[in-house]
């Protein structure tokens, strides 16, 4: 599918069958989600813009490559999107971070914003909006469309694992925004959850149930 990459590294791929796992602990959970968001990260930077600048090694004046620009900013959506965000800011420490807070309405499935905090200049910045799971794509739409209206024009999409469902209708509401993902499930069940899925990310990220 156009804008969408499917990461399908045998490192991603196994971690993620990990994940998966039920009988996986809280604590090797949080650690395999940290580790597949900065595989994820490294994969979502790939392409980057690149300034050339003057330095000295201890040997010759030469021409070397950095990244161009400003800093990156990482939008996790709270609160599953804290745990690979934090494993995007150890490959990338100095990004900056966007907190989206949005909880999905259980009758409708629609996100409803709780908490919005972005850097003041957030537009003029690559923003990349992290969730580990694309289900309904409900929270990411309603997240790009909130930076959207801080003024971000250059977005993307990083998750874990999705839904063919949400991955379609995110695409036909932000066809502007690519999307990076482990794996798309086929189906998503009567509460929402992808299928098979790996259950409630945050739930199994945070021990919460
Ligand atoms: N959110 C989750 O945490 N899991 C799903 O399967 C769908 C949405």
Redesign the pocket.
Known sequence: MQGVTIVDHPLVQHKLTKMRDRTTSTKTFRALMRETATLLCYEVTRDLPMDAIEIETPVAATSARVIAGKKLVFAPILR?GLGMAEGMLDLVPSARVAHIGLY?DPESLEAVEYYFKAPADVAGRLVIVV??????GH?AIAAIARLKAAGVTDLRFVCL?A?RIGVETLRAAHPDVPIWTAAIDAE??D?????P????????TFGTR
């Open positions: 599953a999905r969730d580990p799971m694309l289900a309904t929270s694992l839904a998503l069940n509460h929402g959850y992808i299928v899925g790996l259950g409630d990310a945050g739930d199994r």
